[in-house]
């Protein structure tokens, strides 16, 4: 009997919150605890503070709470007996027990009639994961006590009664006879205390690994004896290995499940290849490469002035020899050439979306500025990525500074995938797409997550893999594979990086009826790139137009228990333990239109009004108030709804349905998106987002999205292994944390990071009521100084230190966060400030201040340094602003506020939503026939003092009504008028700075041009500063921190706007390099420059 007061799985904010409705001294209710497994968190309402035991049990399975030294403890044999004895007055807590919260009511009732008519019809054959990975052990353990669990509801005393019986039924003559006891051993006794263990919401059967290392000791040993033999076999005949690169040294490892599944799965990979590669290696000789994989040399024609005279020339990208032929016919001679060294940087004009300036360094060593129009914007960005391959390929950096990923994601609709898929893998259909001259260029991960998927692993990897030959001439490698249901994720990486990945770890979360089914649910696949995380989430959520708030538990459960990555890192969940974290799905958010509307979402779509139709996506308006993808982000939706189509076309929404109990509507929607999350100050980019338009056997369409992504090498400490760095210090002062919490109890700081060699903690902060109600927790005393095991710059630059402020009495998490150590400033005071985040939700913030001292040394410039973005300067100056710092942190201005401090995760509170404004924007011709959804130009967002920040995208008021569509056109006049209103003030040029990726702040930001500012003094102009025609592209860093205050630029007005796109502009990818951004309200920053790289092609 599961009692009232006993809420199972909640959160510790829900639990506050429950208690604080009440109002009541004494209100209490019992939670699982967050901290430690099979323990439980006594929760009492006292003076309207939350008060917190831990409830733990002991090897008898008897319950205590948990008391201070000296104090007794008394033992319970059951929580019911410990919470009526706690009734009683004077026990030991702040007070007796008296008002049990009871549970809330869950719409479980309407989710299991949308859910039947698929549970009726499971798969046909249950899915089987490849033997790749760890997690297909992880499933099948889940599954079996699932079942077991639910048998035991129902006749508890004879579990083991009967599976002792079932085994007396079967066979048992060929069974060693240590072996059959130990199985003998588990059923009578230690199954029933495995499956007690899966009550508090744990996957752990501790038990269960027992018996199986016991069962698989001498097939491990075995095992691990053979594998080094094969292992070396096929290095020998593997003519993809990287020269220099040498396997990882396999560490001894017991005799697990998981470890012996490992072991297996790469016994079998290598007895199923080795004959194939003797064979290659026979057939092509030692000295061949991936001669198939070349890519071709592409033309592109290009307009150049010379002495204002337009000319047409060709440009001759030769990736595979690295050079740029220059000609000034098709068929003519060279006029010049340069090779890869000689080009120096690519400069893309943010205002012409076609222009392109490369610069090139000449014979007498001095740098030339050349300035080309492309076609179109799309050609423009396509010839950036070749000449970005051309760089990448003939680097001397012996590991890679930047990597591309595919991400794919498709509900399959329970129907065989059509023969050709091609076109989803070369990113072509609507939306954001590519160039075709990008199609000769190979991602280096592709991950393809499907929904309602009808085939077997080994099956649609085949399909996969295939596809992916015909179009790069590669064999691509398989990471991991992992399936719950018919829910699939696959991973995908080439030969070459085959070495740099490592610690893949998978896992899936069942979100279906009650939690327990697999029809719904999330798999996820992580792993190490070198030294950088990622991690992927495939989900498939709670479908139907009024479930939203479902789906939203749903998102909230997969956070709270898909375990990825590293086990170090228990406090904190999946959205801080990668570099990136990339989630892609079925997500079911719809739009909150009604039925009636259908045909105006119609009629909105063949027009392309897409903005329109944003403004009433639910994932979107969720987003908005912070409940669901806190700080994700997502590129702008250029496409039309993936869903409901017909079947085998894609020219008709069938958005009704006939079922028993009347019409059902699916209004068109996009309900299949692709998400990121990145630490802060990280380099990614989104390169495309869309879907395609040719496969069309599912009722969904399959979506893409592409990504460069910033990558770190594992860098090997000059000091040698086992010696601490003494030259480098991490210092953090005058830190404090606000915290949202009705909780009464100290707090303390963890700190974790790789760079560490373990995580360290800080002594209890000092209490203090903020002004709004909120605790403020002071940490007065100077916080512990981090020692990272390597302080040389170029390592210590790149990594990040997490935060977790925790309670005293439990030693719960309440909130956590991520702080950049990308700062030049060394040696110095710079502010921090990251918020603080738990399970998904917003709970604080985190300011103070840091100094870092790393060894002498110099931080060499990124592969992707190599594309910029630059601001044009105001009409008829033709000359280009010179290049500035892109130090992130080196002109930071510590006499900011507060609530100024720079922000390496920039998240909104409630007082900056209410400031956001609308951006300027842009016509961009990369999208065509997408006339009336315009795309802003593009920014990072990063939030430090100095970094001037363009607005985050308007999602609807939760609160006002959601407009009605309507199909006329406002009348020219009106247009005129609002042009006039919603126009943006020019942007400033700002430093060039590192990706941020997390949710953006509204604080501190400019007002729309038409609009007088409330209250608030107008910010001065800075003085207006001339700058040379031509400059040195690669100035000294020295010259780079003296550069002076470029001024404000004035711009002529922009065409009128449609007050729906003012109003909805899509987040853009944060790119490092990117920093056109709007002004801080009453402050300028004296800073200009170029602008980043931006994914607006």
């Given at each position: 009997?599961?009692?009232?007061?006993?809420?199972?799985?909640?959160?510790?904010?829900?639990?506050?919150?429950?208690?604080?409705?009440?109002?009541?001294?004494?209100?209490?209710?019992?939670?699982?605890?967050?901290?430690?497994?099979?323990?439980?968190?006594?929760?009492?309402?006292?003076?309207?503070?939350?008060y917190?035991?831990?409830?733990?049990?002991?090897?008898?399975?008897?319950?205590?709470?948990?008391?201070?030294e000296?104090?007794?403890?008394?033992?319970?044999?059951?929580?019911?007996?410990?919470?009526?004895?706690?009734?009683?007055?004077?026990?030991?807590?702040?007070?007796?027990l008296?008002?049990?919260?009871?549970?809330?009511?869950?719409?479980?009732?309407?989710?299991?009639?949308?859910?039947?008519?698929?549970?009726?019809?499971?798969?046909?054959?249950?899915?089987?994961?490849?033997?790749?990975?760890?997690?297909?052990?992880?499933t099948?353990?889940?599954?079996?006590?699932?079942?077991?669990?639910?048998?035991?509801?129902?006749?508890?005393?004879?579990?083991?009664?009967?599976?002792?019986?079932?085994?007396?039924?079967?066979?048992?003559?060929?069974?060693?006879?240590?072996?059959l006891?130990?199985?003998?051993?588990?059923?009578s006794?230690?199954?029933?205390?495995?499956?007690?263990?899966?009550?508090?919401g744990?996957?752990?059967?501790?038990?269960?690994?027992k018996?199986?290392?016991?069962?698989?000791?001498?097939?491990?040993?075995?095992v691990?004896?053979?594998?080094?033999?094969?292992?070396?076999?096929?290095?020998?005949?593997?003519?993809?290995?990287?020269?220099?690169?040498?396997p990882?040294?396999?560490?001894?490892?017991?005799?697990?499940p998981v470890?012996?599944?490992?072991?297996?799965?790469?016994?079998?990979?290598?007895?199923?290849?080795?004959?194939?590669?003797?064979?290659?290696?026979?057939?092509?000789?030692?000295?061949?490469?991936?001669?198939?994989?070349?890519?071709?040399?592409?033309?592109?024609?290009?307009?150049?002035?010379?002495?204002?005279?337009?000319?047409?020339?060709?440009?001759?990208?030769?990736?595979?020899?690295?050079?740029?032929?220059?000609?000034?016919?098709?068929?003519?001679?060279?006029?010049?050439?340069?090779?890869?060294?000689?080009?120096?940087?690519?400069?893309?004009s943010?205002?012409?979306?076609?222009?392109?300036?490369?610069v090139?360094?000449?014979e007498?060593?001095?740098?030339?500025?050349?300035?080309?129009?492309?076609?179109?914007?799309?050609?423009?960005?396509?010839?950036?990525?070749?000449?970005?391959?051309?760089?990448?390929?003939?680097?001397?950096?012996?590991?890679?500074?930047?990597?591309?990923?595919?991400?794919?994601?498709?509900?399959?609709?329970?129907?065989?995938?059509?023969?050709?898929?091609?076109?989803?893998?070369?990113?072509?259909g609507?939306?954001?797409?590519?160039?075709?001259?990008?199609?000769?260029?190979?991602h280096?991960i592709?991950?393809?997550?499907t929904?309602?998927?009808?085939?077997?692993?080994?099956?649609?990897?085949?399909?996969?893999k295939?596809?992916?030959?015909?179009?790069?001439?590669?064999?691509?490698?398989?990471?991991?594979?992992?399936?719950?249901?018919?829910i699939r994720?696959?991973?995908?990486?080439?030969?070459?990086?085959?070495?740099?990945?490592?610690?893949?770890?998978?896992?899936n979360?069942?979100?279906g009826?009650?939690?327990?089914?697999?029809?719904?649910?999330?798999?996820?696949?992580?792993?190490?790139?070198?030294?950088?995380?990622?991690g992927?989430?495939?989900?498939?959520?709670?479908?139907?137009s009024?479930?939203?708030?479902?789906?939203?538990?749903?998102?909230?459960?997969?956070?709270?228990?898909?375990?990825?990555?590293?086990k170090?890192?228990?406090?904190?969940?999946?959205?801080?333990?990668?570099?990136?974290?990339?989630?892609?799905?079925?997500?079911?958010?719809?739009?909150?239109?009604?039925?009636?509307?259908?045909?105006?979402?119609?009629?909105?779509?063949?027009?392309?009004?897409?903005?329109?139709l944003?403004?009433?996506?639910?994932?979107?308006?969720?987003?908005?108030e912070?409940?669901?993808?806190?700080?994700?982000?997502?590129?702008?939706?250029?496409f039309?709804?993936?869903y409901?189509?017909?079947?085998?076309?894609?020219?008709?929404?069938?958005?009704?349905?006939?079922?028993?109990?009347?019409?059902?509507?699916?209004?068109?929607?996009?309900?299949?998106?692709?998400?990121?999350?990145?630490?802060p100050?990280?380099?990614?980019?989104?390169?495309?987002?869309?879907?395609?338009?040719?496969?069309m056997?599912?009722?969904?369409?399959?979506?893409f999205?592409?990504?460069?992504?910033?990558?770190?090498?594992?860098?090997?400490s000059?000091?040698?292994?086992?010696?601490?760095?003494?030259?480098?210090?991490?210092?953090?002062?005058?830190?404090?944390?606000?915290?949202?919490?009705?909780?009464?109890?100290?707090?303390?700081?963890?700190?974790?990071?790789?760079?560490?060699?373990?995580?360290?903690?800080?002594?209890?902060?000092?209490?203090?009521?903020?002004t709004?109600?909120e605790?403020?927790?002071?940490?007065?005393?100077?916080?512990?100084?981090?020692t990272?095991?390597?302080?040389?710059?170029?390592?210590?630059?790149?990594?990040?230190?997490?935060?977790?402020?925790?309670?005293?009495?439990?030693?719960?998490?309440?909130?956590?966060?991520?702080?950049a150590?990308r700062?030049?400033?060394?040696?110095s005071?710079?502010?921090?400030?990251?918020?603080?985040?738990?399970?998904?939700?917003?709970?604080?913030?985190?300011?103070?201040?840091?100094?870092?001292?790393?060894?002498?040394?110099?931080?060499?410039?990124?592969?992707?340094?190599?594309?910029?973005?630059?601001?044009?300067?105001?009409?008829?100056?033709?000359?280009?602003?010179?290049?500035?710092?892109h130090?992130?942190?080196?002109?930071?201005d510590?006499?900011?506020?507060?609530?100024?401090?720079?922000?390496?995760?920039?998240?909104?509170?409630p007082?900056?939503?209410?400031?956001?404004?609308?951006?300027?924007?842009?016509?961009?011709?990369?999208?065509?026939?997408?006339?009336?959804?315009?795309?802003?130009?593009?920014?990072?967002?990063?939030?430090?003092?100095?970094?001037?920040?363009?607005?985050?995208?308007?999602c609807?008021?939760?609160?006002?009504?959601?407009?009605?569509?309507?199909?006329?056109?406002?009348?020219?006049?009106?247009?005129?008028?609002?042009?006039?209103?919603?126009i943006?003030?020019?942007?400033?040029?700002?430093?060039?700075m590192?990706?941020?990726?997390?949710?953006?702040?509204?604080?501190?930001?400019?007002?729309s041009?038409?609009?007088?500012?409330?209250?608030?003094?107008?910010?001065?102009?800075?003085?207006?500063?001339?700058?040379?025609?031509?400059?040195?592209?690669?100035?000294?860093?020295?010259?780079?921190?003296?550069?002076?205050?470029?001024g404000?630029?004035?711009?002529?007005?922009?065409?009128?706007?449609?007050?729906?796109?003012?109003?909805?502009q899509?987040?853009?990818?944060?790119?490092?390099?990117?920093?056109?951004?709007?002004?801080?309200?009453?402050?300028?920053?004296p800073?200009?420059?170029?602008?980043s790289?931006?994914?607006m092609?």
């Open positions: 009997m599961v009692h009232c007061w006993n809420h199972g799985n909640i959160t510790r904010s829900k639990a506050e919150e429950l208690l604080s409705k009440t109002g009541k001294d004494g209100s209490f209710l019992v939670r699982a605890s967050e901290s430690i497994s099979r323990a439980y968190a006594l929760c009492v309402l006292f003076r309207n503070c939350v917190t035991y831990r409830i733990l049990t002991n090897e008898e399975e008897k319950f205590t709470v948990q008391a201070s000296g104090v007794p403890v008394r033992f319970f044999t059951s929580l019911d007996q410990l919470i009526e004895f706690y009734r009683k007055e004077n026990m030991g807590l702040v007070t007796h008296q008002y049990p919260v009871p549970l809330e009511e869950e719409e479980a009732g309407d989710e299991l009639e949308e859910e039947t008519e698929f549970f009726i019809s499971p798969p046909e054959l249950p899915p089987r994961n490849l033997p790749l990975t760890s997690g297909s052990s992880e099948k353990e889940v599954t079996v006590t699932l079942d077991n669990s639910r048998v035991m509801e129902h006749n508890p005393l004879s579990l083991s009664e009967t599976l002792l019986q079932r085994l007396q039924g079967l066979d048992t003559s060929g069974l060693p006879e240590e072996h006891k130990a199985i003998q051993e588990y059923l006794t230690q199954v029933a205390m495995d499956a007690e263990f899966l009550k508090p744990s996957n752990n059967l501790p038990h269960l690994k018996l199986v290392m016991v069962l698989c000791k001498e097939l491990h040993s075995e691990a004896r053979t594998l080094p033999s094969l292992e070396s076999m096929q290095r020998l005949f593997d003519q993809q290995l990287s020269p220099g690169i040498r990882r040294p396999q560490a001894c490892t017991e005799a697990s470890n012996v599944l490992a072991k297996l799965g790469q016994l079998t990979s290598l007895l199923s290849s080795l004959e194939d590669k003797v064979k290659a290696f026979l057939g092509e000789g030692p000295e061949s490469t991936h001669r198939r994989s070349l890519i071709p040399p592409v033309i592109f024609e290009v307009k150049s002035e010379s002495l204002g005279i337009s000319q047409k020339i060709q440009l001759k990208v030769d990736v595979e020899t690295g050079k740029l032929i220059i000609k000034k016919s098709k068929d003519g001679p060279e006029d010049k050439f340069y090779s890869h060294k000689k080009i120096l940087q690519l400069i893309k943010q205002k012409f979306h076609n222009k392109l300036v490369i090139v360094e000449t007498k060593e001095k740098t030339l500025r050349k300035e080309y129009v492309f076609a179109n914007s799309k050609k423009r960005e396509g010839f950036c990525q070749l000449l970005q391959q051309m760089k990448n390929k003939h680097s001397e950096q012996p590991e890679p500074d930047m990597i591309t990923i595919f991400i794919g994601t498709w509900n399959m609709g329970d129907a065989a995938p059509p023969k050709k898929i091609t076109s989803w893998f070369l990113s072509k609507q939306g954001k797409t590519r160039d075709d001259c990008a199609d000769y260029i190979p280096d592709y991950v393809i997550g929904q309602e998927d009808p085939l077997g692993d080994k099956e649609w990897l085949e399909i996969l295939h596809s992916l030959q015909e179009i790069t001439d590669i064999s691509f490698k398989t990471i991991a594979i992992h399936t719950l249901w018919n994720i696959v991973v995908l990486a080439k030969p070459e990086h085959e070495n740099r990945i490592s610690h893949i770890c998978t896992n979360v069942k979100t009826i009650a939690n327990t089914l697999g029809n719904k649910g999330a798999v996820g696949v992580s792993f190490m790139f070198n030294g950088t995380s990622l992927f989430v495939n989900s498939h959520l709670t479908s139907g009024e479930k939203k708030l479902r789906r939203n538990q749903n998102y909230m459960s997969i956070l709270r228990f898909l375990a990825l990555g590293d170090k890192l228990s406090p904190f969940n999946i959205t801080h333990r990668f570099t990136h974290l990339f989630w892609l799905g079925d997500l079911n958010y719809r739009l909150e239109l009604p039925p009636s509307e259908a045909e105006n979402i119609i009629q909105k779509i063949k027009q392309q009004q897409f903005s329109e944003l403004l009433h996506d639910q994932l979107l308006m969720e987003r908005k912070q409940k669901v993808f806190l700080h994700f982000e997502e590129e702008e939706i250029t039309a709804p993936t409901r189509f017909e079947r085998l076309t894609r020219e008709k929404y069938a958005y009704t349905k006939q079922k028993a109990t009347g019409m059902k509507y699916n209004l068109p929607s996009w309900c299949d998106r692709v998400l990121w999350k990145s630490y100050l990280v380099h990614v980019v989104c390169q495309s987002y869309g879907s395609t338009s040719d496969i056997t599912s009722d969904h369409s399959p979506v999205a592409t990504f460069e992504a910033g990558v770190t090498s594992q860098f090997v000059k000091n040698g292994p086992g010696n601490v760095d003494s030259q480098g210090q991490i210092e953090f002062l005058k830190c404090y944390a606000t915290l949202k919490t009705k909780s009464q109890t100290k707090f303390y700081l963890e700190f974790h990071s790789s760079c560490l060699e373990s995580f360290v903690k800080s002594q209890e902060g000092e209490n203090e009521e903020g709004e109600g605790l403020v927790v002071k940490f007065v005393d100077d916080l512990p100084k981090l990272p095991i390597i302080s040389d710059p170029e390592y210590l630059l790149d990594q990040h230190i997490l935060i977790s402020i925790k309670s005293s009495d439990s030693d719960e998490s309440y909130g956590e966060g991520c702080i150590l700062s030049e400033a060394t040696e005071l710079v502010p921090i400030y990251t918020a603080l985040t738990h399970h998904g939700e917003m709970m604080g913030h985190f300011r103070g201040e840091i100094k870092l001292q790393t060894s002498q040394g110099k931080k060499r410039e990124r592969l992707y340094d190599f594309v910029k973005t630059e601001r044009d300067e105001a009409t008829g100056q033709k000359s280009l602003k010179s290049l500035i710092s130090d992130p942190m080196k002109h930071w510590c006499s900011s506020r507060p609530s100024d401090l720079g922000k390496n995760t920039a998240d909104p509170s007082m900056e939503e209410q400031q956001m404004t609308k951006p300027e924007m842009f016509e961009n011709p990369l999208y065509g026939s997408v006339i009336s959804f315009l795309k802003p130009a593009p920014r990072k967002e990063q939030d430090s003092p100095k970094t001037l920040r363009k607005d985050r995208p308007v609807p008021d939760p609160g006002a009504p959601p407009p009605a569509i309507n199909l006329k056109k406002p009348p020219e006049g009106e247009s005129s008028k609002l042009a006039n209103k919603q943006s003030p020019p942007f400033l040029p700002v430093p060039r590192r990706s941020f990726t997390c949710s953006s702040s509204a604080e501190g930001r400019s007002t041009g038409g609009e007088k500012t409330q209250g608030k003094p107008k910010p001065p102009t800075p003085s207006e500063t001339p700058v040379p025609a031509k400059r040195p592209v690669k100035p000294a860093r020295s010259e780079m921190s003296q550069q002076g205050n470029p404000q630029i004035n711009r002529p007005p922009l065409p009128a706007k449609s007050p729906a796109v003012l109003h909805l899509h987040s853009k990818a944060r790119d490092y390099r990117e920093s056109s951004e709007l002004p801080h309200h009453g402050k300028h920053w800073e200009e420059g170029p602008v790289r931006t994914s092609q």
